[in-house]
């Protein structure tokens, strides 16, 4: 693995510094949580005129041929700023898998939408929210030319401002999920924002006799688990890049504070017990994005990575947070209050540890892989 960063990686994460800075004060977490979509719509138009959405596509559907890399350095700075956005929904969790499992007419249609800036989330493989189960809450009944969709779906990121979902269902004729694109507008398919922790707007989506033409199967019937694989593998990796990035904020937040805060006539961060937390941190924050770089470069390259993302999520989801109670010991009690920023990464910290499995969920998947 090569740390290195290219020159157009530099130009990316420069690009992507610059402009979530100017924006952070209409567009940041704080301005957008109590908006209908939970993000900034004109945040999200700037981010499609620069290419954020086609940057990782294949250039032949609009794209610009870059790999999951860069989305990975754009999802890095999404999760320092702050800024809620459906960018890792849409790419990673939808339109790369598509690129992988779909077919030549989906892949036409929908990535050069996406390139274009119209937004995908997706519906997890996952009964009863829990994490890695088999099987699905949705059923796909074979109804017409086509499948009736039942079911509720809980924890959907940006369903309202989706324009279609990609969905694990379960057909009961044949064994295994079945992956289909779902339109947001298909009539039975309603919508119910969740009231979550974390800054991410989540949905619950019922499914209501809600008519799929058969031409919108990803892949094959009963072939939607290797669909669901992928998602869960770039929708982690990526989370990883959002949580490296955030934990880096926190550390640098902490230590601007810990410069200007003065206690005892001395500023806080010439005390022993302050530096060695603030040590801590930079530990747990490198390791973190050592772990989360690794995963991403493997997927970057098509090679297998499923240990090296379930590792990356298991540190990032137990690092993160405790990278945020080191900042809360320095910052006192001015942290936990509503006008200070850390309160608000704390609260994405406890939502994305528990985003596409928690520490002991993959801690068991290594484990597993491991042999023990």
Known sequence: MDLTATEDQRHIRAAATDLLTDRRATAGARAVRDTPLGHSPTLWDEMTELGWPALALPEEHGGLGGDFMDLWLLCEELGRHQTPSPLLTTVACAALPLARH?????????????????????????????????????????????????????????????????????????????????????????????????????????????????????????????????????????????????????????????????????????????????????????????????????????????????????????????VCALAHQVHGAIGFTAEHDLHLFTRHATATALAFGDADHHTSQVATALGL
């Open 102 to 322: 779909g077919n030549p007419s989906q892949c036409a249609q929908w990535l050069s939408a996406v390139a274009k800036g119209r937004i995908l989330s997706y519906v997890r493989a996952a009964p009863h929210g829990h994490w890695g189960a088999a099987g699905s809450d949705i059923t796909a009944t074979p109804s017409g030319e086509g499948f009736r969709l039942d079911g509720t779906a809980l924890f959907v990121p940006y369903a309202q401002a989706a324009d279609a979902l990609v969905v694990m269902a379960r057909t009961d004729y044949r064994e295994g999920l079945t992956a289909l694109l779902v339109d947001t507008t298909t009539p039975g398919l309603g919508r119910h924002r969740l009231d979550v922790v974390g800054t991410t707007p989540e949905y619950r989506v019922d499914f209501t006799a809600a008519a799929v033409p058969a031409s919108q199967v990803i892949g094959k019937v009963g072939d939607g688990g290797a669909v669901a694989e992928t998602v869960a593998n770039l929708g982690a990796a990526a989370t990883c890049a959002e949580m490296a990035g955030a934990a880096q904020g926190v550390l640098d937040m902490t230590v601007d504070y810990a410069k200007t805060r003065t206690q005892f006539g001395r500023p806080i961060g010439s005390f022993q017990a302050v530096q060695q937390h603030c040590a801590d941190m930079a530990v747990r924050v490198l390791t973190t994005r050592l772990l989360a770089y690794e995963a991403a470069w493997r997927l970057s390259h098509d090679l297998p990575a499923a240990l090296e993302v379930s590792l990356a999520k298991a540190c990032a989801s137990e690092q993160y947070q405790e």
